[in-house]
T-cell receptor
């Protein structure tokens, strides 16, 4: 079974630039999550989709972050414009139904904002 | 507010000894509890979860955890540590009928040969 795929693995940008991350969840998984993991901290949920609807985006900084999951499969997370404090690893995960199920994580995208 | 705490930043254990990684939680309803492990340069991997039923949960790689409602704890344990268990461990909690899942800050486990 293929795992959760993310790209790119690494990204370096300057502040005020834009960046986008892509995630392909495990086939058949209804729920997709984007997390931000700052060095030395646990993952923080940014947004949770169930199929192509948003379940929770309460911690998403909506003035600069956006995410979509068109057709209920792949998802993209965008930051525009980036700030220094956005430097982190962005993790995508998926689960079969909801978040009582096991979440399967991708390898993450390490973002450095200079 | 819901929260989960991992009071130890780092735990050192000699190989072959039992290990415990602590997790406590504060929620307003029935909790769902999870443990995940993160190896260097790899994504988080699921170890085990408690949803309901038996308070002792067995998971991957010989790990287990005990749900203690009175102490609001869900400590991760293993009877005999291996050097390969060295990694970053995260506890997470979700409350029944609440969609938000919260992760602890993580505990780095060092198994000394």
């Amino acid at each position: 079974e293929a795992g959760v795929a993310q790209s790119p693995r690494y990204k370096i940008i300057e502040k005020r630039q834009s960046v986008a991350f892509w995630c392909n969840p495990i086939s058949g998984h209804a729920t997709l999550y984007w997390y931000q993991q700052i060095l030395g901290q646990g993952p923080k949920l940014l947004i949770q989709f169930q199929n192509n609807g948003v379940v929770d985006d309460s911690q998403l900084p909506k003035d600069r972050f956006s995410a979509e999951r068109l057709k209920g499969v792949d998802s993209t997370l965008k930051i525009q414009p980036a700030k220094l404090e956005d430097s982190a690893v962005y993790l995508c995960a998926s689960s079969l139904k909801d978040n009582t199920d096991t979440q399967y994580f991708g390898p993450g995208t390490r973002l450095t904002v200079l | 507010a819901q929260s989960v705490a991992q009071p130890e930043d780092q735990v050192n254990v000699a190989e072959g000894n039992p290990l415990t990684v602590k997790c406590t939680y504060s929620v307003s309803g029935n909790p769902y509890l999870f443990w995940y492990v993160q190896y260097p340069n790899r994504g988080l991997q699921f170890l085990l979860k408690y949803i309901t039923g038996d308070n002792l949960v067995k998971g991957s790689y010989g790990f287990e955890a005990e749900f203690n409602k009175s102490q609001t704890s869900f400590h991760l344990k293993k009877p005999s540590a291996l050097v390969s268990d060295s990694a970053l461990y995260f506890c997470a909690v979700r409350v029944y009928r609440d969609d938000k899942i919260i992760f602890g800050k993580g505990t780095r486990l060092h198994i000394l040969p």
